[in-house]
C-alpha cells in the first residue's frame, strides 16, 4: 500500500510563509507526477501546484509568483513553499502523487485518481 503524510500547515499573519511537506511511502515503484491542491469551506477542491518527475511545474494564476512547488526525488517527497500569503489561502491542503506501486511478488498496483494525504490545514488570519 501506499501512504501520503502531509505536515507544515498552522495559523501565520498575512505576509507570513509556511513551508508544506508530503511524503510518499509504501511499495512504490515510481512516482510520476505530485502536485498540492487545496479545498476551502464551501468551495471546490482546486488544483494550487502540481511538478512532474523531470522537474516541470505549473501553478494556479492566484498562486505564480508567491508559492513554489519542489520535489526530492531520492524521498518520495514534494514541497510547497508559500510566501506572501493571503487570507484567501486559507484552506485545507491535500497532497496527490500519480504512483505506480508494486508489492513484493512483483504484483503492480496503480490509482487512476492518484494516491491522497490526509490534509493539513493552512490559516492566514491576523
Known amino acids: 500500500q501506499v501512504q501520503l503524510v502531509e505536515s507544515g500547515g498552522g495559523l501565520v499573519q498575512p505576509g507570513g510563509s509556511l513551508r508544506l511537506s508530503c511524503a510518499a511511502s509504501g511499495s512504490i515503484f515510481s512516482i510520476n507526477a505530485m502536485g498540492w491542491y487545496r479545498q476551502a469551506p464551501g468551495k471546490q477542491r482546486e488544483l494550487v501546484a502540481a511538478?512532474?518527475?523531470?522537474?516541470?511545474?505549473n501553478y494556479a494564476d492566484s498562486v505564480k509568483g508567491r508559492f513554489t512547488i519542489s520535489r526530492d526525488n531520492a524521498k518520495n517527497t514534494v514541497y510547497l513553499q508559500m510566501n506572501s500569503l493571503k487570507p484567501e489561502d486559507t484552506a485545507n491542503y491535500y497532497c496527490?502523487?500519480?504512483?505506480?506501486?508494486?508489492?513484493?511478488?512483483?504484483?503492480?498496483?496503480?490509482?487512476?485518481?492518484?494516491?491522497w494525504g490526509q490534509g493539513t490545514q493552512v490559516t492566514v488570519s491576523s
Open positions: 496527490n502523487a500519480d504512483i505506480l506501486g508494486r508489492t513484493p511478488e512483483r504484483i503492480f498496483y496503480y490509482s487512476s485518481h492518484g494516491y
Open positions: 511538478i512532474t518527475s523531470g522537474g516541470s511545474t
